[in-house]
């Protein structure tokens, strides 16, 4: 293979483990191969201070198994007795998490592979704790405050102290104490394959490149979310213009390395993770902001797109269960957006990314003065589909925003099946919102060792993968948190694989 111009090193040290990516997917990875004994190389594409992927964008909330207030606690020692108390924890079964992996994904998901992230989430998240991990409720987003109680809803309970900054801080500062090396700014471009295994990779660092040799690598460097040529050549036309909600860094680099030694592609290629996102978003993700561009609550609100028509049942499940499918939908309203319409009987259920200055936000005291500000919408249209929306509202169903309340519109064209209140309490409020890009499904086919398989299914020797660039798992929408767990499951299994295999 040509080098490209540039000072070219050969780094003769060789490392039992060379795992590329520095986010959660990675670092679990690293730890566990730690664990196993083998010396440890992480490459990070970043620079240090922009390190940590998509995982650093998250708020960290983590799906986990749990059988009742016992396992959160084992998870969340410090839980106090007042918490426990106040709190309705329930459960989220193994059994849950199976029927929300079959329903999102439409029973395409890989029954091993689904196997594997349900029936060793709780293992996974404990053994993070035991690396320094730490984990709290999440009061506020996952369970609203009724009589006095906290109930959870939609199987996702608990979050890293912290967020995605805290998560990725904690696992830097666990990383430093069990001895495993990062070099920041130094981009993987290709495996070192001689046709029988995997031995180092290939890598830029500036303007010097080289190469590093490694017993085992492991790919966990994400998926090709960043890279808008690839997402319109798989996603489709027009998946250029999303906004990318997380990291620059994730172009496809750990799939094409894979794709060019022979490696199996696998899953919802033409699939991807994406949210309504901040109409005014800069290309990519600012860390300085966060997930905040988000504008998750939406099943309390309405929907109009340019036409001043609703084109999407804003109800029909949990947040949890629409919001990773319904970026597409607003991806493919004309001039690629939309506005959320609320009113003030269900502000207060707005999460906290409402109150960011870097929204594109109008507020007026009638619906007719409303439609006037909303940029891009047909006024006349508005008014009339809210006069409609609010005639059809089911206002005799009782309005819970903790269960699915069945509080529907009736006769409409497009319904809403729960949550449906009339807009009728000013000051009424529009904010516009486009589609993220979040991640993308479709990747490398593994097996349940977290090997790389190559295009007659067999293991390719040396190579694993683990995180957003495993293919197979999600198809067409996603239950909301099972991306980090899912890089915790298969990081834990490909370090302990690639360490376990590299000492031997
Ligand atoms: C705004 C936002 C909010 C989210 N919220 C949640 C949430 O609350 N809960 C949840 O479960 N999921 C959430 N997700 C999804 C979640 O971020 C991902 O599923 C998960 O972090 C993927 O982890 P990963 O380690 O596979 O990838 P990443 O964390 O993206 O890590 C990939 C790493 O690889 C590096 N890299 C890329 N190419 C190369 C290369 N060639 N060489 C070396 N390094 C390379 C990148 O710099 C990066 O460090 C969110 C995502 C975003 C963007």
């Known amino acids: 293979m040509e080098e490209p111009l540039g000072r070219v090193v050969d780094r003769m040290k060789e490392y039992d483990v060379i795992v590329v990516g520095g986010g959660n997917a990675a670092y679990c990875a690293a730890l566990a191969a730690r664990e196993k004994g083998a010396s440890v190389l992480m490459l990070e594409a970043a620079p240090d201070e922009e390190s940590g992927g998509n995982s650093r964008f998250t708020a960290g909330a983590m799906r986990v198994v749990y059988n009742g207030v016992d396992d959160i606690k084992a998870l969340v020692p410090d839980l106090s007795q007042a918490e426990i108390d106040s709190t309705d924890f329930g459960t989220y079964t193994q059994d849950q998490f199976f029927d929300d992996m079959a329903r999102v994904t439409q029973f395409r998901t890989d029954p091993n592979l689904c196997e594997l992230l349900v029936t060793r989430s709780f293992d996974a998240l404990n053994w993070m704790r035991q690396k320094g991990i730490r984990f709290v409720p999440i009061y506020g987003r996952q369970a609203f405050k009724i009589d006095g109680r906290f109930k959870f809803w939609g199987g996702l309970t608990v979050e890293t102290v912290g967020g995605g900054e805290g998560l990725v801080a904690m696992m830097k500062d666990s990383g430093k104490k069990f001895g495993i090396e990062v070099r920041y700014r130094t981009r993987a471009t290709d495996l070192v394959y001689d046709g029988a295994k995997v031995s180092g990779v290939r890598y830029r660092s500036g303007k010097e490149t080289g190469i590093i040799n490694g017993r085992a690598v492991v790919l966990a460097c994400g998926g090709f979310e960043a890279n808008a040529e690839w997402r319109t050549r798989y996603l489709g036309p027009g998946w250029d213009l999303a906004k990318v909600r997380g990291s620059r860094f994730n172009a496809g680099d750990g799939i094409r390395m894979a794709l060019d030694i022979g490696a199996s592609p696998y899953g919802n290629w033409s699939g991807c993770h994406a949210v309504q996102w901040e109409m005014n978003a800069p290309e990519f993700g600012d860390l300085a902001v966060g997930d905040q561009f988000q504008k998750h609550s939406y099943p309390f609100a309405l929907l109009v797109n340019a036409t001043g028509k609703r084109f999407v049942d804003e109800g029909a499940d949990f947040r949890n269960y629409t919001y990773a499918k319904y970026g597409r939908v607003v991806l493919e309203q004309p001039g690629q957006f939309a506005w959320q319409i609320w009113d003030q009987k269900t502000k207060h259920l707005q999460r906290d990314e409402y109150n960011i200055k870097q929204c594109t936000k109008v507020a007026a005291n009638t619906i007719e ?136």
């Open 369 to 504: 003065e409303l439609a006037k500000k909303l940029d891009g919408v047909n006024p006349e249209q508005f008014v009339k589909t809210i006069a409609e929306y609010n005639a059809a509202v089911r206002t005799d169903i009782a309005f819970n925003p903790n269960v699915k309340d069945g509080r529907h519109t009736q006769g409409l064209a497009v319904p809403k099946s729960n949550w449906a209140n009339t807009i009728d309490k000013p000051p009424f409020e529009g904010y516009a919102v486009t589609c993220g890009v979040t991640f993308t499904f479709g990747g490398l086919r593994i097996n349940n060792d977290g090997q790389v398989m190559d295009l007659d299914h067999e293991p390719i020797t040396g190579l694993y993968a683990a995180g957003e660039l495993v293919g197979g798992i999600f198809y067409f929408n996603y239950p909301g948190g099972t991306g980090l767990t899912s890089g915790s499951v298969f990081g834990k299994i490909a370090g302990e694989s690639a360490g376990a295999a590299a000492r031997s």
